[in-house]
């Protein structure tokens, strides 16, 4: 345990990052880090949180950063994604780090995430000809918050990264190639975003729309209506549209019918349920209906990705 807290404060030093105020409310299991700077840096970590509390982000010590953390990853027991909520599902948080976010932690809770940061301008230079359909994250006046649902390319990737066997040699070379796929598949995800006018974000806004997200995540067999909400949110309408659009790439219904389909997949994956028991699981009774919903955002039809993964 010395060792790895030695690592943390080692690596946060040389990165930018001010982690000390903050250190005594972790438990850490496990830390590793790479730094490729002045453009990139990487580091790994699992770590149970002894209190509830708050803490915002530090500034890096890469110019115009962006950070890129990769929430509940590697945990790939089995009995760990069975137990897994719906709202703990993997997901990426993409923020500037030259804008603090407040990140929320609840007393108990395992975390497990990658943490990748790299600079606005060094990620303009990689994507060249790509970058005009970036620009909401390039923009180093943009105030933005986003967060993405991790795909089965991403998962393979960060198991990749955060497996135990390592490379004999180049090592530091490996997790960068490493990296930069991770943020490959990410970014091929984030190019298939619905695109809504931009707005500034207020932290009564952030807060408000994690709620509806929390309230959707927690009940995937049974929409919540507009109405309902709305009233969470404490928005109109057109408000609670555009900003859930904006952080979250997708309108409100096709997250929840998103959610729902990766809910069916786990359960048909892990939990080896029929194509029917996992529909009827998360509240279809039509399973022509389901078939189609599951290809629309699985990519296959359920009976497909059963024979593939049992």
Not at 34 to 41: G, W
Not at 201 to 222: E, M, P, T, W
Not at 233 to 250: T, W, Y
Request: hydrophobic residues 40%.
């Amino acid at each position: 345990m010395e060792d790895i807290d030695r690592k943390l404060l080692q690596y946060a030093a040389k990165v930018g990052l001010s982690v000390e105020k903050d250190f005594k409310h972790f438990d850490v299991k496990f830390f590793k880090a790479f730094d490729f700077l002045p453009d990139m840096a990487m580091h790994f970590s699992a770590f149970v949180v002894k209190k509830n509390f708050t803490r915002l982000t530090a500034t890096s010590a890469i110019k115009n950063s962006i950070g890129f953390m990769f929430y509940n990853i590697f945990e790939d027991t089995i009995a760990a994604r069975q137990t897994r909520r719906a709202i703990d599902r993997p997901h990426v948080r993409i923020f500037p780090f030259a804008i603090p976010q407040k990140i929320h932690f609840t007393k108990d809770t395992h975390v497990t995430h990658i943490s990748i940061s790299i600079s606005a301008d060094y990620l303009k230079t990689l994507l060249r000809e790509e970058a005009d359909n970036f620009q909401f994250l390039l923009d180093s006046t943009n105030n933005f918050l986003m967060e993405e649902i991790m795909t089965d390319d991403m998962l393979r990737t960060v198991n990749d990264i955060v497996k135990k066997e390592e490379p004999a040699a180049l090592k530091g070379y490996y997790y960068r190639i490493k990296a930069m796929e991770l943020l490959l598949y990410l970014l091929d995800s984030l190019r298939k975003r619905e695109k809504p006018a931009h707005q500034q974000l207020s932290g009564r806004d952030i807060k408000a729309i994690y709620q509806v997200r929390d309230k959707i995540s927690s009940s995937i067999d049974k929409p919540t209506s507009i109405a309902a909400l709305t009233r969470i949110a404490g928005m109109n309408e057109h408000k609670l549209r555009s900003v859930f659009i904006q952080v979250f790439g997708m309108g409100i219904y096709d997250y929840y019918q998103h959610l729902r389909m990766k809910e069916a997949a786990r359960l048909i994956r892990d939990e080896k349920l029929s194509v029917s028991a996992a529909g009827y699981q998360v509240g279809f009774e039509n399973l022509s209906h389901f078939s189609r919903v599951f290809e629309k955002h699985i990519g296959k039809k359920p009976k497909k990705y059963s024979s593939e993964v049992k």
